[in-house]
């Protein structure tokens, strides 16, 4: 009978809680978007069981918190939890979360706190929430898509506060919207920033004021997570995109471009920019034609660029890396194909023309350049070169595709936390062709090192 015995309830005055913290910060949270949900942890160290009176949100029911301890939340009738018993020598599990509703441009600062009332003794947990308004772009009653740009009617997106993307964001056709330098877009989970057939994007950043695409969840754990939002899809017929000086981070694909009909003039002109940590690949061309210059393509669960289904692709100064370490990666950097299946049947297009001047392509797999092409339509119809470059790869590189290349390291600064700028030893130091004039580097900085002649392979210049 002694051993069913409940234990008695600690209740001496000098008993206290234990917290795995004593505060609770939501860095920039965005009113449409809600929180995510925070949690620490409530340790009894005692032998006995310890019973609090009382947890409950200082600001009461005008909390912008929400607050469950052990499976039970406060709620706007019951904004107090009462008698909540902790074993000896056990914890609970407490989850915040915060809805905030900001206006204006600048940030809003929430605080409040979780009041703990144990055995007469006050404790409390403090909580703090950066809320930011935004310009909310989501879907239209009954849509799975929102339109930013419609036909006929050019839109310049104001720059003055932040732009919180949902679903699909059209850019219409006969349209063209314009991101101006500074502007933030934060992508909610499998957001499409999406350019239709006939539309144009310009995206036009500036050197330390650079457009910036990443996911709506800003907390320091998020900082490097890949695929948290979906892409920007330049599709199929879109035309004259300009994409300059911007940082695109943290989604599945960074940049889609669908089939031209024409490789006349590019889809895409692509300068100063940083596309990097995306779940399947930065760069995705389908039979698009693609201008790119000073551009870093890095980290990415499966290619870096994925040139397929033919098209026409220039890239000068530009640094593809991939040192990804998230789980195994078997795919090249590079993939370039001509070619796509239909059912049973090979649909052959021509790859016109792929170029890399002055470019580096290296990670730390084997073979970082995939070469897949069909030569049902000749052989002009996978034109192909690399051009003073460094490549990781195990190809023999004594043929037409090839002119100066090199299999060293590279030698980037620091890959754990993607800065591919070029150190004092680096081998890409002045390899560069002097043919391929790009006068400055994606530092801004002049191109080549006046104390040089000869500019350095990729998108930086080292200094």
Same mark, same amino acid.
């Not at 004259?240 to 889609?256: C, F, L, S, T």
């Not at 297009?349 to 730390?364: K, Q, T, V």
């Given at each position: 009978?002694?051993?069913?015995?409940?234990?008695?309830?600690?209740?001496?005055?000098?008993?206290?809680?234990?917290?795995?913290?004593?505060?609770?910060?939501?860095?920039?949270?965005?009113?449409?978007?809600?929180?995510?949900?925070?949690?620490?942890?409530?340790?009894?160290?005692?032998?006995?069981?310890?019973?609090?009176?009382?947890?409950?949100?200082?600001?009461?029911?005008?909390?912008?918190?929400?607050?469950?301890?052990?499976?039970?939340?406060?709620?706007?009738?019951?904004?107090?939890?009462?008698?909540?018993?902790?074993?000896?020598?056990?914890?609970?599990?407490?989850?915040?979360?915060?809805?905030?509703?900001?206006?204006?441009?600048?940030?809003?600062?929430?605080?409040?706190? /979780?009041?703990?009332?144990?055995?007469?003794?006050?404790?409390?947990?403090?909580?703090?929430?950066?809320?930011?308004?935004?310009?909310?772009?989501?879907?239209?009653?009954?849509?799975?898509?929102?339109?930013?740009?419609?036909?006929?009617?050019?839109?310049?997106?104001?720059?003055?506060?932040?732009?919180?993307?949902?679903?699909?964001?059209?850019?219409?056709?006969?349209?063209?919207?314009?991101?101006?330098?500074?502007?933030?877009?934060?992508?909610?989970?499998?957001?499409?920033?999406?350019?239709?057939?006939?539309?144009?994007?310009?995206?036009?950043?500036?050197?330390?004021?650079?457009?910036?695409?990443?996911?709506?969840?800003?907390?320091?754990?998020?900082?490097?997570?890949?695929?948290?939002?979906?892409?920007?899809?330049?599709?199929?017929?879109?035309?004259?995109? /300009?994409?300059?000086?911007?940082?695109?981070?943290?989604?599945?694909?960074? /940049?889609?471009?669908?089939?031209?009909?024409?490789?006349?003039?590019?889809?895409?002109?692509?300068?100063?920019?940083?596309?990097?940590?995306?779940?399947?690949?930065?760069?995705?061309?389908?039979?698009?034609?693609?201008?790119?210059?000073?551009?870093?393509?890095?980290?990415?669960?499966?290619?870096?660029?994925?040139?397929?289904?033919?098209?026409?692709?220039?890239?000068?100064?530009?640094?593809?890396?991939?040192?990804?370490?998230?789980?195994?990666?078997?795919?090249?950097?590079?993939?370039?194909?001509?070619?796509?299946?239909?059912?049973?049947?090979?649909?052959?297009?021509?790859?016109?023309?792929?170029?890399?001047?002055?470019?580096?392509?290296?990670?730390?797999?084997?073979?970082?350049?995939?070469?897949?092409?069909?030569?049902?339509?000749?052989?002009? &119809?996978?034109?192909?070169?690399?051009?003073?470059?460094?490549?990781?790869?195990?190809?023999?590189?004594?043929?037409?595709?090839?002119?100066?290349? &090199?299999?060293?390291?590279?030698?980037?600064?620091?890959?754990?936390?993607?800065?591919?700028?070029?150190?004092?030893?680096?081998?890409?130091?002045?390899?560069?062709?002097?043919?391929?004039?790009?006068?400055?580097?994606?530092?801004?900085?002049?191109?080549?090192?006046?104390?040089?002649?000869?500019?350095?392979?990729?998108?930086?210049?080292?200094?």
């Amino acid at each position: 009978m002694s051993s069913c015995k409940k234990d008695e309830l600690i209740t001496d005055s000098s008993a206290k809680l234990q917290f795995s913290t004593d505060s609770v910060l939501f860095d920039t949270v965005f009113h449409f978007a809600g929180s995510t949900t925070k949690v620490f942890r409530i340790y009894n160290t005692y032998d006995q069981p310890i019973n609090i009176s009382k947890a409950y949100l200082a600001g009461g029911t005008g909390s912008a918190f929400k607050l469950n301890i052990d499976g039970v939340s406060t709620t706007a009738s019951a904004p107090v939890l009462t008698d909540i018993e902790i074993l000896g020598g056990d914890s609970l599990y407490v989850f915040v979360q915060v809805f905030v509703n900001p206006t204006g441009s600048l940030p809003l600062i929430v605080k409040d706190s /979780i009041i703990f009332e144990t055995n007469g003794n006050i404790q409390d947990v403090k909580l703090l929430a950066i809320g930011q308004d935004v310009y909310l772009h989501k879907p239209l009653p009954g849509k799975f898509y929102s339109i930013i740009g419609r036909s006929g009617f050019d839109t310049i997106l104001p720059n003055d506060k932040p732009h919180l993307m949902f679903g699909y964001v059209v850019v219409d056709s006969a349209c063209k919207v314009t991101i101006q330098a500074g502007t933030k877009i934060y992508m909610h989970n499998s957001a499409v920033l999406w350019v239709y057939k006939e539309g144009t994007l310009e995206i036009l950043g500036t050197h330390g004021n650079e457009v910036r695409f990443q996911g709506d969840r800003l907390e320091p754990e998020y900082k490097d997570i890949p695929g948290q939002w979906g892409k920007i899809w330049l599709s199929q017929l879109s035309k004259n995109n /300009i994409i300059d000086w911007a940082i695109i981070k943290n989604g599945q694909i960074g /940049i889609q471009v669908d089939t031209v009909a024409s490789l006349t003039n590019p889809t895409l002109r692509l300068s100063n920019t940083i596309v990097k940590n995306m779940s399947a690949a930065a760069l995705y061309g389908q039979g698009a034609h693609i201008r790119a210059v000073n551009c870093v393509f890095a980290n990415c669960g499966q290619y870096v660029a994925a040139l397929t289904i033919g098209g026409k692709y220039r890239f000068e100064h530009c640094t593809f890396a991939n040192f990804w370490d998230r789980d195994e990666r078997n795919t090249p950097i590079i993939a370039l194909s001509n070619y796509y299946v239909s059912g049973s049947a090979y649909i052959v297009r021509p790859l016109d023309s792929a170029y890399f001047g002055n470019c580096i392509i290296y990670g730390d797999i084997d073979e970082e350049i995939g070469i897949d092409s069909l030569s049902l339509a000749g052989p002009g &119809y996978f034109s192909y070169k690399f051009d003073h470059c460094i490549l990781k790869t195990q190809r023999n590189t004594a043929n037409v595709h090839y002119n100066t290349v &090199y299999t060293n390291n590279p030698g980037y600064r620091d890959i754990s936390i993607n800065d591919y700028r070029l150190n004092a030893t680096s081998f890409a130091v002045d390899k560069g062709d002097t043919g391929i004039f790009i006068p400055f580097d994606l530092n801004n900085a002049a191109r080549p090192n006046p104390s040089t002649s000869l500019p350095d392979l990729g998108a930086y210049e080292f200094y």
